[in-house]
């Protein structure tokens, strides 16, 4: 469950790739890609399901498990004109993806791969599916969690940051267009402070990140005003040391999920930990 290479083609999570010209083909009239991730080259929709609130179960090491929340399903097909792609590839350029926004991979079969992301208040599950060498299925079960459980975790925020040097960190809030850390914001703080006090070489960027909408430099100066007010958070109110947490804003420039919809707005607004 660790990163792989990445394979020919990977896919990238930050933008919807175009179908290749020679084998283009219409998608599914009301389908679009889920704003987490994108579809792999050449392939279209071949049809799609959205349902508000259902059950979905997930193919885990101890066998399905159900998981209940806001149920999307999109089915894809590469035409027979284009080439053929495994069923690993396909898995692969998923479980790649996934790893490289913070997520876990569940359970990774032969037929099948279960991945799991939190971001905001969500908690998303992913199922890719392939079915022969032209088609799969991707399953997203968008599970709302109580406030009180996104919150960050010192032991998990180590584990990503030692993985791929970065982590987003759930829990932090600020009030629309505001630079202030919410008072609710404290439990994550706090986690934070105690990553960095049980591991005392550790020196972090803490970087801030807006979605794209309203003017890029207002965007990127609210995002820097906004990493500040952690680390200021972090020093005044936990002790820590300034020369460990140096602050940066990147506003809207390093997005997680297409800016075309509200929920992919939802996952570009966020707080990071970039080891240094």
Same mark, same amino acid.
């Given at each position: 469950?660790?990163?792989?290479?990445?394979?020919?083609?990977?896919?990238?999570?930050?933008?919807?790739?175009?179908?290749?010209?020679?084998?283009?083909?219409?998608?599914?009239a009301?389908?679009?890609?889920?704003?987490?991730?994108?579809?792999?080259?050449?392939?279209?929709?071949?049809?799609?399901?959205?349902?508000?609130?259902?059950?979905?179960?997930?193919?885990?090491p101890?066998?399905?498990?159900?998981?209940?929340?806001?149920?999307?399903s999109?089915?894809?097909?590469r035409?027979n004109s284009?080439?053929?792609?495994?069923?690993?590839?396909?898995?692969?350029?998923?479980?790649?993806?996934?790893e490289?926004?913070?997520?876990?991979?569940?359970?990774?079969?032969?037929?099948?791969?279960?991945?799991?992301?939190?971001?905001?208040?969500?908690? !998303?599950?992913?199922? #890719?599916?392939p079915? &022969?060498?032209? %088609?799969?299925? +991707?399953?997203?079960?968008?599970?709302?969690?109580? @406030?009180?459980?996104?919150?960050?975790?010192?032991?998990?925020?180590?584990?990503?940051?030692?993985?791929?040097?970065?982590?987003?960190?759930?829990?932090?809030?600020?009030?629309?267009?505001?630079?202030?850390?919410?008072?609710e914001?404290?439990?994550?703080?706090?986690?934070?402070?105690?990553?960095?006090?049980?591991?005392?070489?550790?020196?972090?960027?803490?970087?801030?990140?807006t979605?794209?909408?309203?003017?890029?430099?207002?965007?990127l100066?609210?995002?820097?005003?906004?990493?500040?007010?952690? !680390?200021?958070?972090? #020093?005044?109110?936990? &002790?820590?040391? %300034?020369?460990r +947490?140096?602050?940066?804003?990147?506003?809207?420039? @390093?997005?997680?999920?297409?800016?075309?919809?509200e929920?992919?707005?939802?996952l570009?607004?966020?707080?990071?930990?970039?080891?240094?």
């Open positions: 469950m660790r990163h792989r290479a990445l394979l020919t083609l990977v896919m990238t999570v930050t933008a919807v790739l175009a179908v290749h010209v020679g084998y283009a083909q219409e998608d599914r009301g389908c679009t890609d889920h704003p987490l991730v994108t579809r792999l080259p050449d392939f279209y929709i071949d049809g799609c399901k959205d349902e508000k609130f259902s059950s979905y179960k997930f193919m885990t101890e066998g399905r498990k159900p998981v209940e929340g806001h149920l999307i999109i089915s894809y097909k035409p284009a080439p053929e792609m495994s069923g690993l590839e396909m898995i692969r350029n998923y479980t790649n993806a996934v490289a926004i913070g997520g876990e991979v569940i359970y990774e079969g032969g037929y099948a791969a279960t991945m799991k992301v939190v971001v905001g208040d969500r908690e !998303v599950w992913v199922e #890719v599916s079915y &022969g060498k032209r %088609a799969y299925r +991707l399953d997203f079960v968008e599970k709302q969690m109580m @406030a009180q459980q996104v919150v960050a975790d010192a032991e998990a925020l180590l584990a990503d940051l030692s993985r791929a040097g970065h982590v987003v960190v759930n829990g932090i809030y600020f009030d629309t267009d505001k630079a202030v850390v919410k008072p914001s404290e439990a994550a703080l706090s986690e934070i402070a105690t990553l960095l006090r049980d591991n005392a070489d550790l020196k972090v960027f803490i970087v801030g990140h979605d794209m909408t309203g003017d890029l430099a207002h965007n100066d609210l995002s820097e005003r906004r990493a500040a007010a952690v !680390v200021e958070a972090l #020093v005044a109110g936990h &002790g820590m040391s %300034a020369d +947490l140096a602050p940066r804003g990147v506003g809207p420039l @390093a997005p997680v999920a297409s800016n075309d919809t929920a992919g707005r939802s570009n607004r966020r707080v990071e930990i970039v080891k240094r």
